[in-house]
């Protein structure tokens, strides 16, 4: 019994839980649903059972753990103290092995986490994201009523295509003209992001040399690994960890910034992946204490606050990644009102999820967009003129949600609205 | 088709089939509650509306089917817990607050919407739902009906019955009425009053509406730390007796103030012996004296450290320490056995001593965190159910402490109600006289005994 085996990995884990459903409403999928099988507490409830013989776990079974966000917000909403995050990445590996028994999914999850991994893919992808969008064949392939034949979860899917923000973000040096130099940094570009929000990730770099550092973006960076880990390859993962611990301990660079929360939370918790004590658990503890996400450097940096008039109502939707794991929660905020004239209205249930998380949105549609379906309604009623968002995932969540809604709300990125503060400033 | 299949496809009628559960794989995650206790049911059904859980009642009439009512599953005496099998019916879908009333200061909820949600809500104008489980943010206002459940500050405000006003109700036979009213009070027998606490054993509340107060001008929360768990227990006593009444006096011992330090750091003292969590509420000059007084009557009792919230962040901290304490025991032991005897207040120190007492005796670790206040202990007894002997020692030890409770005055359940776990307990407190009183009741409204069996009666 493969699974059973990798639950009983991390069975201690499991038996911390003592089923007193704190963390119930703090889980998307209990929110949208009801149903505990959707629970944080129904899920470890499963992986119980696993381990005492009541049930064998069956593709059904599967699903209940496969609809699991990996969000992890029901970490800070359990007393216990149950480490959720370890227990749906050990499930998930067991049944990636068993999954991987036919042949035909070995070789799709193959083929989708190489190309998730693959920079020339992502670009690839981005082109023709752009070209989707330049000549609205959406439009088209409604007017021609193909959409009719598509099944439902490829018309979610379509309806997600992402915009997209300028050229591809390339790698190299970033140079600050600040007379006030300081340290070099690392900047990690993730996977996504740099094809399709090049403009957005210029601007975070832009951030960074205004305070003063030079900011490299060395081409040898490999995925995180959050993609894998999160669908239990394990082995690729441990692969992609070591080869970006090697790098970014090297002193050429003081810090390591991050802009995409999944991607951090996973580089900060690469000791996860290897034995108390061993070398690479060393090295990857270093390289945590030397990582920042992008929000929390410019919150503990920035001097000089922004002086662009921005007249609007504002609110913010955290990314998980950002809230529950890095426990990065209000610099972010602080950062927002930073700038001068922003009215900042929070949002509801700011700290449940989007739907968003990562592949997510293409593994499970249909929940993704339940999730997103409840979050777009919140913010529609929050009268925002723009919501912030402070991650990829997100950003193209909440947008494809808000273009859903025809809102007038505007999504952007927290680090697009201080740069534009700062623009605007010096005119 | 066979009798399952056949019930099944009817109950798929009703709710449409992603709101049924049949199968024990996924049926595992219904067992049990917020207790060790286990029963698989036959099916799990999530209606939408009042009407349908009029038709699944009918429906289990006819398969005489026992019907367990289920809310959020925190409950703390079994009472979920399907132990005879049976058509478990969660409200968890039927969670939309219908209507704040500001001018009456009313809400309609309902049944299966979270407890703290109402709050949330009622907060816009001003207004909050009084009664305040520790588990406020995750049960349901329908398992709140069920227990009559209390909360910290149901020491100042009252428990569930003093703040419902009406409820509506699916009886056993499919009928649906409301009990109570919406702004007075029904002359003739309260069937509010009566159902409220009746744990799914008379019916299913389907609506409620409850009373919404006034935030309080000015609230101020202290943590004070005492060299030992009697000196609390009687600043406790020695605080009301000064005929001060705050709106909360909770109580943590070492092991567990230690656990919810531990999962919060809240700035709770490491090592105390025990510490007391007041808050007083009102304008802020009274506020002022009564913290004065209070001040004045705990100083006889040796704190060791005092702490005042500064400001909302830290009294929510302070809160969420208090309120989580039962889950941060997790990080002691992976299962706890939850007793909640009631005892006069004056007899909280020496009823503490006897817990101690038999702890030792039991070689078993017991947590004491207590709603001091009102003289609800909450002995929570650590064990592993792993090891073998362990539950059985828990039980035992469990069940000689409400034996002392009820020796020294006090009552079986101060809040979590007797449900599953507590029910074979009911003799020492109640005469056969009264039990069979309370069975003619419950004949009353279920006659043929299909709502929550197992529950509440001892086994003959
Ligand atoms: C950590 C922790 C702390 C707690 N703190 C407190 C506290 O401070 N004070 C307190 O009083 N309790 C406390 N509890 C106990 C529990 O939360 C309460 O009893 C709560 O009211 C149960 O609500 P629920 O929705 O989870 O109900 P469940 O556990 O699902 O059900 C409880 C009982 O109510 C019945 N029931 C549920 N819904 C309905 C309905 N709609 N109609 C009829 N019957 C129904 C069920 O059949 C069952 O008998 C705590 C529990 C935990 C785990
Ligand atoms: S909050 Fe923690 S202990 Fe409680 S049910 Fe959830 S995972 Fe288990
Ligand atoms: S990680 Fe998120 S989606 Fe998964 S169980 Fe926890 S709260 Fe729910």
Redesign the pocket.
């Known amino acids: 019994m493969i699974i059973k085996e990798h639950i009983e990995r991390v069975k201690d884990e499991v038996y911390k839980c003592v089923h ?3 963390c119930l409403t703090a889980c998307p999928t209990y929110l949208v649903s009801g149903l505990e099988t959707e629970s944080p507490r129904g899920r470890i409830s499963l992986m119980k059972a696993t381990i005492e013989d009541q049930i064998v776990p069956d593709q059904n079974t599967f699903l209940h753990w496969d609809r699991c966000i990996q969000c992890r917000a029901c970490e800070p909403a359990c ?1 216990s103290g149950v480490n959720y995050g370890l227990l749906i990445e050990s499930t998930k590996e067991g049944i990636n092995v068993v999954r991987s028994k036919s042949k035909l999914y070995k070789f799709i999850f193959k083929i989708i986490l190489k190309l998730a991994i693959s920079n020339r893919f992502i670009n690839f992808n981005s082109y023709i994201f752009r070209i989707y969008k330049k000549f609205n064949l959406s439009n088209i392939f409604n007017k021609l009523k193909i959409s009719r034949f598509l099944p439902n979860s490829i018309k979610i899917l379509e309806s997600m295509i992402p915009n997209v923000y300028g050229k591809p973000l390339k790698y190299g040096s970033y140079l600050t003209s600040n007379s006030l130099k300081k340290e070099k940094l690392g900047f990690f570009r993730g996977c996504i992001m740099p094809g399709i929000h090049g403009d957005n990730m210029r601007a975070s770099v832009n951030l960074l040399n205004l305070l003063g550092y030079d900011v490299t973006i060395p081409e040898s960076q490999v995925c995180c690994g959050s993609l894998n880990s999160h669908n239990g390859d394990m082995a690729t993962t441990i692969e992609l960890a070591k080869s970006n611990i090697d790098l970014f301990l090297k002193d050429d660079y003081k810090y390591l910034i991050i802009s995409a929360a999944g991607c951090g939370t996973r580089i900060k918790e690469y000791s996860q992946l290897f034995e108390k004590g061993s070398e690479y658990w060393d090295k990857s503890i270093q390289l945590k204490n030397k990582t920042y996400d992008i929000h929390e450097f410019l919150f503990e940096n920035i001097k000089t606050p922004p002086r662009g008039v921005i007249n609007k109502n504002v609110g913010y939707q955290p990314a998980c990644h950002l809230l529950n794991t890095q426990k990065i929660d209000e610099p972010p905020i602080e950062l927002i009102k930073m700038v001068p004239g922003i009215n900042f209205i929070p949002i509801p249930s700011s700290n449940i999820c989007c739907g968003a998380g990562g592949a997510y949105s293409v593994t499970q549609p249909k929940w993704s967009k339940m999730v997103l379906n409840k979050k777009i309604n919140e913010i529609k009623d929050s009268h925002l003129d723009i919501i912030t968002v402070s991650n990829p995932g997100c950003f193209i969540q909440l947008q494809g949600g808000a273009e859903m809604l025809k809102l007038k709300t505007e999504v952007m990125y927290v680090t697009d609205l201080l740069y534009n503060s700062y623009i605007k400033g010096e005119d | 088709m066979d009798i399952s299949q056949s019930l099944n496809k009817k109950i798929i009628d009703i709710v449409g089939k992603d709101f049924v559960f049949a199968d024990k794989q996924d049926m595992v995650v219904y067992e049990s ?2 207790t060790h206790d286990k029963g698989m049911p036959d099916f799990v059904v999530l209606p939408r509306t009042t009407e349908e859980v009029a038709k699944l009642v009918l429906l289990a009439n006819e398969f005489e089917l026992p019907i ?10 079994g ?2 817990v399907p132990v005879h099998g049976g058509l478990v019916i969660s ?1 968890n879908r039927m969670n939309t607050i219908i209507d704040i009333d500001v001018d009456s200061s009313t809400a309609t909820v309902e ?2 919407v979270i ?1 703290l949600e109402i709050s949330n809500k009622a907060s816009e104008y001003g207004l909050f739902y009084a009664p ?4 406020q943010h ?3 206002i ?11 500050h149901c020491l100042a405000y009252g ?1 569930t019955t003093n703040h419902v006003l009406a409820i509506e ?1 699916v009886l056993p036979d499919g009928e649906i009425t409301w009990f109570g009213d919406f702004n007075k009070e029904v002359p003739g027998v309260d069937f509010r009053g009566l159902f409220i606490g ?4 008379f ?4 609506k409620v509406v409850v009373k919404l107060l006034q935030k309080p001008q000015d609230v101020k929360t202290m943590l004070i730390a005492f060299s030992s768990i009697q000196d609390a227990a009687n600043a406790t006593t020695a605080i009301i007796g000064a005929g001060i009444i705050p709106a909360a006096i909770e109580m943590m011992d070492k092991t567990a103030s230690d656990a919810a330090e531990e999962a919060t750091n809240a700035g709770i003292p490491k090592n105390s012996g025990a510490v007391l969590l007041i808050e007083i509420e009102g304008f802020e000059s009274d506020i002022n004296d009564q913290g004065k007084l209070i001040s004045d009557v705990i100083y006889e009792f040796n704190p060791v450290d005092i702490k005042i919230a500064k400001n909302d962040q830290e009294r929510d901290l302070f809160w969420k320490a208090r ?5 941060a025991l997790g990080r002691i032991a992976p299962n706890y056995f939850l007793v909640d005897g009631t005892v006069p207040r004056t007899k909280l120190s020496a009823v503490l001593s006897e817990v101690s007492t038999l702890a030792k005796k039991y070689n078993l670790i017991v947590a004491n965190v207590l ?1 001091a206040g009102d003289g609800n202990l909450h002995p929570c007894i650590l064990f592993d159910q792993q090891t073998p002997g362990d539950t059985d020692k828990a039980l035992k030890l469990g069940g000689d402490i409400l034996k002392v409770c009820v020796e020294n005055g006090g009552v079986l359940s ?4 007797i ?1 599953y776990e507590k029910r074979d307990y009911m003799p020492l407190l109640f005469s056969e006289i009264d039990l069979n009183n309370m069975k003619i009741l419950k004949n009353i409204f279920d006659p043929d005994g299909l709502f ?1 069996p197992g ?1 509440i009666f001892p086994v003959e």
Do not use: M, Q
Request: charged letters at 15%; a negative charge; aromatic letters at 2%.
């Open positions: 007193c459903g704190f007393p | 509650d917020g367990i009512a289920r809310g959020s599953g925190t409950g703390l005496s009472g979920a409200l049944a299966g407890n305040d489980p520790s588990s995750a049960c349901t329908g398992g709140n009906i069920a227990e009559n459940s209390g909360g910290p428990v109700v009746s744990e799914g054993t019916g299913i509340c389907t309120k989580g304490v039962l889950g709603h101060g809040e979590h109600g449900g929550n529950k």
